[in-house]
């Protein structure tokens, strides 16, 4: 959690607030200053997700990332301070050249009103599009316009030049000061103190640029617009480009050399949950530490944003000071000095402020903390400032200059760390934005006051007033924007005119998501006015709830309870012992009884009269098995290569959605199992968790595929894509082309019209995918959009099947599937085109893996199709009716009863190796009539190949 204003509560270790890893429960915040820092805009979700981040920071710790932030971020405070400074140096020559100057004041005038708007625009805007845009335009806006400015003709562009100048860097600090807070780990967060540092130093650059310029290329002191040519006068423009082309150089460092991802707490903020981790990840790697955060850690939580706060009154006492102080001591003490020793003082001046915010940074640490040093500074800051208007000398003035810059230095530095110490993330940059807003104004002041008064110690009286009389407080959140809804309320929106829904908390207006919902305007309807949550999840994956962010109205009171929906989720306890049975079909019997309707609907559903379905486990039967004997069968390997990654079994588990309404683990806890078989896992595209989740927990050694239909709307398939790209341990893609629209299925069909639904789960899954793809086109565009191996899954004839090999290498194997006999009925099995293409193609078993899919419901069917020439062999539903049966240990028991099955089987018929298989082990003259016997159809048909990619 970033630190809390509360001095007890900077020193407290994060605790306890990280999801489970094994079992995805959540520990909850018990803390009431963990809650009053957050705020009552912020869910109990985002708080743990951030408790999270700032765990794992800490986990990666202090490294060579932070310390180039700690650079780079220090250019925005030195570029901020380059025109705070900059234009109060080069007011007195301007005065002396530019004739239709009313009071030259006026330019900080325009200046501090573009930093009031700059702070306040930036702020809120990185709030909104996040902190990097801001970090990298603020600087570059700022470092273009401050070279303009050297070219001004009179004193009106000039002034509208630093308003420009003034809006830019205004978010400078604020931006950055955020930015290093939520990259830097707690035990080095005094830092952020230090960062002021920075400041110093570009003031005394400021000095020292000033000194060379304006004592050499300069009039005279008591020139006047009538006498003072510009040729004469170039120190000023010479400041502005000088100035200026270091901020370039920041500005193409910042940009070009150093990377800087967003912020992992304002992802979070926007449900950004992958590019939060993928964040954090990234400065772990750059620090050459573990990867400390997965998806997976954070799937139970959602995210939430929305506060606007204020703090940081009083700092305004410090521009009005330091900004008017170059041009007060050019003109205080010019009888018996000159601009050589002004500059030179004020060189010195800078140099000393620099030790402030140093010794802040660890002052800050003792027992009187943050609060006490503010207070104590403050005081002391404010007598100097008193006493300083009395100096009547250059050497006192001198002396009194660099006791109040240290001083105030030192304050400052603690007062601009605070602020955004004081706000949670999504929120961070509003508050600290209107903190600097407010900051600004001082400088707004000095600029009226001067213009009022001309060069007097009214300003000097103003700043000491101000720090004395403001002091820090430990009000900075106010309430949020984001209204708590009642049950009763809620209940009230059940209708077609307008339909809330209640997802994790937070309550929906989906109203006008009525008409375009896939399953219809009944789906969504069915639980108007309600809690959908639990059914929400089955189906869909939490990535879903950000593209419902537009209809969010807000959150559900934190101890209302609404109606849950009252479809009965399980009909009977889950207390069946699956040690206990014995085959896959007491296993899908045993499933039966415990799964929900809408679950067993979906996983029993094939398309019509479900032949196909039937068939596909019947074509095995038909293949009988020819045993050797006088055989060592003492031992039997079934560890077996698919696209060069070795696995202990040839069974796979195929791409399967919806695994959650069969039980809570879900894809994951199939993947689980897998990983103690050493089984291969391909994760549905539909499936109902994220394969970030999926993989989370997966060993190093094991291996997924990842299944894609291809969407209408092409973007979400290439973003889809591109997470998949970033996870090593999905090691291909499976494109299924044998379901471009959905089957009839009507037991599916049959259980939604019972609930008064408009759609199945088959077609509410199905809606939005392409029905148009083609051999060429899409797998051109496909190998655009990742470099993993292809497999193509669903052909089912050997037509297709010498089709997909003359796209090798980009396809790696082929699936022979007819979709669990789900799309179309009658369509043949898998073994069938297995036997087809042995038949009309044979080589292509040299040329490519084949693997099949559909029917297999012993370990005696898998032997066959690897007899036949299937180098792997995939199961669907009975990894699915295990995991309804027992969870993780009912998937392992599918795996292990077809593991010893095969084991049993191949010692029986006197192999010990999956290699050792071959056709001479199955005798299929039954099943042979039944394949396909027209003229083979294998040549270069223009018609269906357009040639290699």
Request: charged share 15%; aromatic share 10%; net charge neutral.
């Amino acid at each position: 959690m970033d630190k809390i204003r509360s001095e007890e509560k900077f020193n407290q270790p994060v605790r306890d607030v990280y999801p489970d890893e094994c079992a995805g429960t959540i520990i909850t915040l018990d803390d009431s200053k963990v809650g009053q820092f957050y705020g009552s805009s912020t869910t109990q979700a985002y708080r743990l997700k951030s408790e999270l981040v700032g765990k794992c920071i800490e986990e990666v710790g202090m490294g060579k990332f932070q310390w180039k932030l700690f650079v780079v971020t220090g250019f925005g405070w030195i570029v901020d301070n380059f025109a705070s400074q900059g234009i109060g140096s080069i007011q007195p020559p301007i005065k002396q050249e530019f004739s239709d100057i009313v009071q030259v004041s006026y330019s900080s005038v325009a200046y501090y009103i573009g930093l009031i708007l700059g702070a306040s625009f930036w702020g809120i805007s990185s709030d909104l599009i996040g902190r990097r845009p801001a970090f990298n335009c603020t600087l570059l806006i700022a470092s273009i316009f401050l070279c303009a400015a050297a070219g001004s003709m009179n004193f009106v562009a000039f002034s509208a030049l630093w308003a420009v100048i003034g809006t830019a860097a205004g978010g400078n600090v604020p931006i950055d000061s955020m930015i290093f807070l939520e990259f830097v780990p707690g035990s080095h967060q005094y830092l952020l103190t230090a960062l002021s540092a920075w400041w110093n130093l570009s003031q005394l650059i400021v000095s020292l640029v000033s000194w060379v310029f304006l004592a050499n290329f300069n009039c005279p002191t008591d020139a006047t617009p009538a006498t003072c040519s510009r040729h004469e006068n170039m120190g000023w423009r010479y400041i502005m480009l000088t100035l200026g082309g270091i901020a370039f150089v920041f500005t193409f460092i910042r940009i070009f050399v150093f990377k800087l991802p967003e912020t992992p707490r304002y992802l979070l903020s926007q449900g950004r949950d992958q590019d939060a981790v993928d964040a954090v990840n990234y400065t772990a790697r750059q620090n050459g530490m573990p990867e400390p955060l997965t998806i997976g850690m954070l799937r139970e939580i959602d995210a939430r944003l929305g506060i606007v706060s204020s703090e940081g009154g009083e700092r305004i006492g410090y521009p009005l000071y330091f900004n008017f102080l170059p041009s007060y001591l050019e003109t205080k003490f010019t009888q018996n000095s000159s601009l050589y020793l002004t500059y030179r003082n004020y060189c010195i001046t800078s140099a000393v402020g620099t030790v402030g915010p140093l010794s802040a940074a660890i002052m800050i640490n003792t027992r009187l903390g943050r609060r006490y040093m503010m207070g104590i500074s403050a005081i002391v800051t404010a007598v100097f400032l008193f006493a300083y208007v009395a100096v009547d000398n250059s050497a006192s003035s001198l002396a009194f200059s660099c006791i109040t810059s240290l001083l105030a230095n030192f304050e400052y530095a603690i007062m601009y760390a605070f602020t955004p110490e004081s706000f949670p993330a999504p929120h961070r940059g509003t508050g600290t934005g209107t903190a600097a807003a407010l900051l600004r104004l001082g400088g707004l002041v000095a600029s009226l006051i001067s213009s009022q008064t001309g060069f007097t110690s009214a300003p000097i009286y103003a700043s000491a007033a101000m720090s004395y009389g403001i002091h820090p407080t430990a009000n900075s959140t106010m309430a949020g924007i984001s209204k708590v809804f009642t049950t009763v309320e809620v209940a009230q929106h059940n209708e077609v005119n307008s339909c809330w829904v209640v997802l994790h908390g937070k309550v929906y207006d989906v109203t006008n998501l009525l008409a375009s919902h896939p399953g219809g305007a009944q789906a969504i309807l069915r639980f108007g006015g309600r809690d959908a949550t639990e059914d929400f999840d089955l189906i869909h994956p939490p990535e879903t709830l950000q593209g419902l962010q537009s209809a969010l109205v807000g959150l559900l009171e934190s101890d209302g309870k609404v109606a849950p929906n009252p479809q009965e989720t399980t009909r009977a306890s889950n207390n069946v012992d699956v040690k206990k049975l014995l085959n896959l079909d007491e296993i899908e019997q045993a499933a039966t009884k415990i799964v929900s309707k809408k679950a067993w609907a979906y996983y029993y559903s094939a398309a019509d009269d479900k032949i196909s379905k039937r068939f596909n486990t019947e074509a095995y039967r038909s293949i009988l098995l020819r045993p050797r004997v006088f055989v060592d069968c003492r031992k039997c390997d079934l560890e077996t290569n698919l696209l060069g990654y070795k696995v202990d079994l040839p069974l796979y588990v195929s791409p399967t959605a919806m695994a959650r309404l069969g039980h809570p683990a879900g894809e994951a806890g199939i993947a689980e199992a897998c990983r103690a078989f050493g089984a291969l896992q391909i994760i549905a595209n539909n499936s109902s968790i994220s394969p970030e989740q999926v993989v989370a927990n997966a060993s190093p050694t094991q291996v997924f595929g990842w299944q894609l239909y291809v969407q209408l709307d092409r973007g979400a398939s290439e973003a889809m894509l591109a997470r998949v790209n970033k996870l090593d341990a999905i090691k291909f893609i499976v494109l299924t082309i044998d379901a471009p629209v959905s089957g009839n299925r009507e037991d599916d069909e049959r259980v939604n019209l019972q609930e008064n639904t408009a759609g199945s789960v088959s077609l509410q899954l199905f809606a939005g995918t392409d029905p148009s793809l083609t051999w060429h086109e899409t797998l051109e565009w496909l190998s655009r959009h990742t470099k993993k191996p292809i497999i193509l899954k669903g052909l089912q004839t050997h037509e297709d099947v010498a089709i997909a090999v003359r796209y090798s290498p980009l396809v790696k194997a082929v699936v022979l599937s007819n979709h669990g006999g789900r799309s179309l009925d009658t369509a043949q099995p898998a073994v069938h085109t297995l036997l087809e293409v042995h038949k009309y193609c044979p080589h292509i078993f040299k040329k490519m893996e084949v693997w099949v899919d559909g029917g297999v419901r012993r370990g005696t069917d898998a032997v066959k199709a690897l007899c036949l020439g299937a180098k792997a062999v995939g199961i669907g539903r009975p990894a699915l009716w295990g995991l309804g049966a027992g969870g993780v240990q009912g998937v392992e028991r599918t795996l292990q009863i077809l593991s010893n099955e095969m084991k049993t089987c191949m010692r029986l018929l006197g192999a010990t190796a999956i290699n050792d298989l071959g056709p001479h082990y199955v005798n299929t003259s039954m099943i042979e009539q039944q394949i396909y016997r027209g003229p083979p159809n294998t040549g270069d048909d223009p018609l269906i190949f357009k040639g290699r990619l």
